[in-house]
């Protein structure tokens, strides 16, 4: 047992620990332990780096005098390797969100907390920098190009090497100049955390602390944004990104005048960076220390790389192709074909009944399409189908079909998008007619189209009485 803990818990509490239960850790080399007693519960701390529990001590006395909410820090030992600081409890952010992260569907309650935290974010990086000695910072006082270029070949040698891709070291560091340049160019006296993410916010009476903030230094406030939404396992929306980048931006709005369509360019900067900068922590804690959390989050970290690469980074060519080969990998696109959308698109005469889903799901979507006026009622247009122009041509000048698959497209639209944000597999959207030969085939001809081209998604499209069969296969989600 940690004696010298125990003896700083006595000095500052006047009375003995009791109970010392030491605490899960994560990534660091840092050890937590509980100590309580009767009357007082504390939280003691032990690390291999004085500095480092130097920098965590003073900037949290600090941040607290600026009406900050971290933990109070009390006492440490004469070699600064043991400290003891305020319990917050056990409820960190990263599980009161748990329900939303595994599901991909946030609850009010999950967005209210997020909401709450990250319009917290600029009183750190602002008030937080008022008075601070970034000197104190560690391991530097200040994000820098030496510091980028150490998380950049930190990607480099701990995650790219050991996938075993072959790439021109020269050309690489050429694109890796390139984005120091770009993240250097809008340089600010505010407090980057660093590591501000959900694991790093814990929750008490309702209200977030910060806490894990000792490697934090002067920077630009992009990086915290970029760290806090696109953390691998948080498994956040596009559609909660936006809502929270929104909640950040009018918070930030009180301490700096902000143009935000340049803030949301100079985001996508750092989003790849960090990135980058998060494989390479989880090849080297994961793949050399052997620690499963951090092998486990790897899927998720490539599958926000994919997500990015998808929005293009020309200003990183080489970069960009080598990404591209490492997404590709069978490793990792094995994982992410698990859990791809794929729509089954049919036509079909109701006198020959409903097609089944083969998927086992149970079905999806079945449209009645008879309704619609029929050109089936003309002899002129027997030997045509809903793909001929024929009768593509009647169906859009009579213009039902038209209101009708404008109301398909919204409800289906809304399944589609969220059966990929909750890593479904499959859907069935089938359009029945009298002889499953006109208003039926135009309608789920346009509708595997429209899905395809939108969501990006394969779609298999069958026209049953035709014999005819169709595959629309995915782009990119």
């Given at each position: 047992m940690d004696t010298e803990l125990k003896s700083l818990f006595q000095k500052y509490a006047g009375q003995q620990a009791t109970d010392v239960t030491e605490l899960p850790s994560s990534g660091s080399n840092r050890r937590y332990f509980r100590l309580k007693n009767n009357t007082i519960s504390l939280i003691g701390v032990?690390?291999?780096?004085?500095?480092?529990?130097?920098?965590?001590?003073?900037?949290?006395?600090?941040f607290k005098k600026q009406g900050?909410?971290?933990?109070?820090?009390?006492?440490?030992?004469?070699?600064?390797?043991?400290?003891?600081?305020?319990?917050?409890?056990?409820?960190?952010?990263?599980?009161?969100?748990?329900?939303?992260?595994?599901?991909?569907?946030?609850?009010?309650?999950?967005?209210?907390?997020?909401?709450?935290?990250?319009?917290?974010?600029?009183?750190?990086?602002?008030?937080?920098?008022?008075?601070?000695d970034f000197d104190m910072c560690f391991p530097q006082p200040e994000f820098n190009e030496r510091s980028i270029l150490w998380d950049l070949n930190y990607f480099k040698y701990c995650f790219l090497k050991s996938t075993g891709i072959d790439f021109q070291e020269n050309l690489l560091e050429d694109d890796f100049a390139k984005m120091v340049k770009a993240l250097l160019c809008n340089k600010t006296n505010t407090f980057m955390y660093r590591d501000f993410q959900s694991r790093?916010?814990?929750?008490?009476?309702?209200?977030?602390?910060?806490?894990?903030?000792?490697?934090?230094?002067?920077?630009?406030?992009?990086?915290?944004?970029?760290?806090?939404?696109?953390?691998?396992?948080?498994?956040?929306?596009?559609?909660?990104?936006?809502?929270?980048?929104?909640?950040?931006?009018?918070?930030?709005?009180k301490y700096t005048n902000i143009v935000e369509q340049d803030f949301?360019?100079?985001?996508?900067?750092?989003?790849?960076?960090?990135?980058?900068?998060?494989?390479?922590?989880?090849?080297?804690?994961?793949?050399?220390?052997?620690?499963?959390?951090?092998?486990?989050?790897?899927?998720?970290?490539?599958?926000?790389?994919?997500?990015?690469?998808?929005?293009?980074?020309?200003?990183?060519?080489?970069?960009?192709?080598?990404?591209?080969?490492?997404?590709?990998?069978?490793?990792?696109?094995?994982?992410?074909?698990?859990?791809?959308?794929?729509?089954?698109?049919?036509?079909?005469?109701?006198?020959?009944?409903?097609?089944?889903?083969?998927?086992?799901?149970?079905?999806?979507?079945?449209?009645?399409?008879?309704?619609?006026?029929?050109?089936?009622?003309?002899?002129?247009?027997?030997?045509?189908?809903?793909?001929?122009?024929?009768?593509?041509?009647?169906?859009?000048?009579?213009?039902?079909?038209?209101?009708?698959?404008?109301?398909?497209y919204k409800i289906v639209d809304s399944s589609v998008n969220r059966y990929i944000n909750r890593k479904f597999t499959n859907l069935m959207v089938c359009f029945g007619c009298t002889g499953g030969q006109h208003r039926s085939v135009y309608a789920a001809q346009h509708l595997a189209t429209h899905l395809n081209e939108k969501f990006g998604v394969k779609v298999n499209l069958v026209h049953r009485e035709q014999n005819i069969e169709q595959t629309f296969e995915a782009k990119n989600q």
């Open positions: 032990r690390g291999t780096l004085a500095a480092e529990n130097r920098a965590f001590y003073e900037m949290a006395k600090h900050i909410n971290v933990p109070d820090v009390y006492l440490h030992s004469n070699d600064w390797l043991h400290y003891i600081q305020e319990d917050l409890g056990d409820t960190i952010l990263f599980n009161v969100i748990q329900k939303g992260r595994l599901t991909r569907v946030f609850d009010q309650d999950e967005k209210k907390i997020l909401c709450k935290t990250i319009r917290m974010l600029p009183s750190i990086q602002f008030k937080g920098a008022e008075g601070l790093n916010v814990m929750i008490k009476d309702d209200e977030p602390y910060f806490i894990d903030f000792q490697g934090g230094r002067k920077g630009p406030f992009y990086y915290d944004v970029a760290s806090f939404l696109w953390q691998a396992k948080a498994n956040f929306t596009e559609e909660l990104r936006k809502q929270l980048i929104d909640e950040y931006i009018e918070s930030l709005k949301h360019n100079q985001l996508q900067h750092f989003v790849l960076f960090r990135t980058l900068q998060v494989l390479g922590a989880y090849g080297f804690r994961g793949y050399f220390e052997k620690k499963p959390h951090f092998i486990q989050s790897v899927p998720f970290a490539i599958d926000n790389l994919r997500s990015l690469l998808n929005q293009g980074y020309n200003e990183y060519p080489y970069l960009c192709e080598i990404l591209n080969q490492l997404t590709n990998l069978k490793q990792f696109s094995d994982d992410i074909k698990k859990h791809t959308l794929e729509v089954h698109v049919c036509s079909f005469a109701y006198k020959k009944g409903i097609p089944n889903d083969a998927s086992g799901n149970g079905g999806g979507y079945v449209f009645d399409c008879r309704a619609i006026n029929n050109p089936g009622k003309y002899e002129r247009y027997n030997q045509f189908t809903g793909l001929d122009e024929p009768v593509i041509k009647y169906l859009e000048e009579d213009g039902e079909i038209i209101a009708f698959l404008e109301n398909v």
